[in-house]
């Protein structure tokens, strides 16, 4: 038992709990064939039988650990284990083995995992009536009258085309056009298409089994097939002899049901690794359906499943690099320089009032485009750190601190940048209002200083609190886009959502969840870790899930505009969009009002000047155009789930939306003057 050797009927010898929970420390065994140094079973720890030969399993120097159905021995630290339930004989499994290949040797383990990896339910068995077989693809529901099966317009196939001698040959009734692509068929289906030609795809029955195999099956009869190799059957329930068995590599032989199936029933992966319906983890753990590949959910323990040749993620794809780096250090040097400018005005004793209020406005606008720009610096500066790495160190990203205060720093800055630029629009057009009366701005007082400085300091605070309320904790529930566990705990890998965790709450609680699950999305995360707690023990505390924040819905971390009807933030989210629209608006407006006033000036000496204003007016209004309203249609249209726009999200925050914050400094200030005087000179 435990030897690595399979000695009873299906292995369970060696698939049995017990030799899933061994320790690191190796003896040879006290009894048995194999006379190696093999792993010890904590199971066998001090439990008053010597099973090592120099009883290495009694001695004192084991750790113990648990309490009731838990309690252990361990020669390392104590840690949770998941809990198999009452109903058979292992009562608890370590986490490293949950959902592993042979995932069905703890009750609750099955369906829990069948849920948490999104296993397909599909038939794993040809319908048998007496010596016909037909596919469940071929025909709706179990019917197996052979009227039914006639009328199917379906083609009679040989169940297997190597049948052995002696054996009176099943045939299936098969509609070939359903076979096209085997690809998506598991167990005995898959066997039965791929075996008989029925798609482009080789026939995992290759092995010819030699006289002494299949060592497992009682009631065997050795014959050959038609090509002279050794075959396997066995007395069928009625009369005559069914071929019924796949022959696995290491001698033992399971059923064809059993074969690519997404599971290791041979114990050495020969029933799956000829099946070109599957993808394996690099570590080798788990078999997963083709569609599990490169879907943007983990599902391998080491993340090959997502990072790998085909879709492997970093932090800031392609060309995108190259955009990021040139619009934040281009950003980062026209702020800085425009703020420095702007700072030496105010300082200025003889500074008229409109000229410090304007330039008091640019300041905020500086800062909100230095955030911006410094936001793009960052997220390079960590893209280039962790490089290709970033794929399989991409959860532990989300859940840090960087991304959360990266998420702050651009939602803090966008804010400012909204509401400044909406209230220098505003004293823009008081200004213009005055100069088209020909009133004379007088020097500035302490009194409006103070009433600026107030201004431009609840403009940061209020943009600060929109930027921090989705990480407050006792708003989880509106704003936490799912939970992280340890890569240890292979039941949730990855971000786990709401649905995730009731779908597996379901398949280990059954129907007593049934009705907590139908509202999940209601069900607040402190009920959600309640339940998630039930599946483990607390031996040392329990499992605890780190917070995906909401700015962690996107690697880049900014703030989640792209939402979805389900999403619990989208009042939240759109809320902050009406806010940027209002203000976008705002802008759009004073910038109209400021060119239909200029342009109704009398001819004078100061039409060159007014010209220049007109056309800086227009430039803004068209940058903001084209800035905000493609980026407010993609919201809407994603929201209302006309077009997915996620995979534009980057473009638009790493690219579209941050170019103003080169633009700003230039239309906003003595350069956009400059510029135009050169422009148009």
Sequence with gaps: MCDGKSHCKFGIDENYNLCGLVSQRTCKRNFGEVQIPLKIPFGWVNDGVKDCAEGEDEKDNWKPCGAGLTWRYTDSACEEVFLCGTGGIAKFKELKSVCGMNMYTCEKEKTSCSKSMGVPEVSHKLIIHGNLAHSPFCLPGLETSRDQLFKAHCSTVTLFDKVPFGVTPRQGFIDTKSYSDCRYLYGEPYTFAACNGLCDVPCPRNQSIHVQWCTNIKHKVYTRDRDHNWTVVIPGKLNGYHDEYFPCANGRCVPFENTC??????????????????????????????????????????????????????????????????????????????????????????????????????????????????????????????????????????????????????????????????????????GTLQSVHMRRSEAVEKRTKWYICILMATCILASLIISVVPLLPFLEDSFVNGLSYSRNIGLFLGPVSKNHHMEVALGYFGKSSAKKASNHLHMPWSTIRTLVTDLFSKDVGGITGTRVSFYASHPVCQFKYFVTPNDPQILFVWFTLAFHALCFIAVIMAHLVIAVLVSHQSMSASSSKNMILQRKVSLIVVTETMTWVPFLTCCMLHTGQVVDMSPYYPIFSLVILPLNSVLNPILYSKLGTAFIKFTFQ
């Excluded at 391998?300 to 955009?323: A, F, I, P, R, T």
């Excluded at 500074?351 to 485009?369: A, E, N, V, Y």
């Excluded at 989300?398 to 959360?404: A, K």
Aim: overall charge negative; hydrophobic content about 35%; charged content about 15%.
């Design 261 to 430: 199936d997404l599971q290791d029933h041979c114990g050495d992966g020969s029933d799956e690794n000829q099946c070109a319906n599957n993808f394996q983890c690099t570590d080798g753990r788990k078999y997963l359906p083709l569609t599990q590949k490169c879907n943007g959910k983990i599902e391998c323990h080491d993340l090959s499943d997502e990072c790998n040749e085909e879709c492997s993620v970093k932090l800031v794809q392609g060309n995108l690099v190259v955009w990021a780096w040139g619009i934040g250090l281009g950003g980062c040097i026209l702020n800085v320089y425009s703020l420095y400018r702007s700072i030496q005005q105010v300082s200025n004793p003889d500074i008229k009032t409109s000229i410090f209020i304007q330039q008091s406005m640019m300041q905020l606008i500086c800062l909100g485009d230095l955030m911006t720009s410094g936001y793009l610096l960052a997220i390079c500066f960590y893209s280039m750190i962790w490089g290709e790495r970033f794929c399989k160190k991409r959860l532990d990203w989300s859940i840090g601190y960087p991304c959360q205060i990266l998420g702050i720093m651009i939602t803090t800055g966008s804010c400012i940048l909204s509401v400044s630029m909406a209230t220098l629009s505003g004293f823009r057009v008081h």
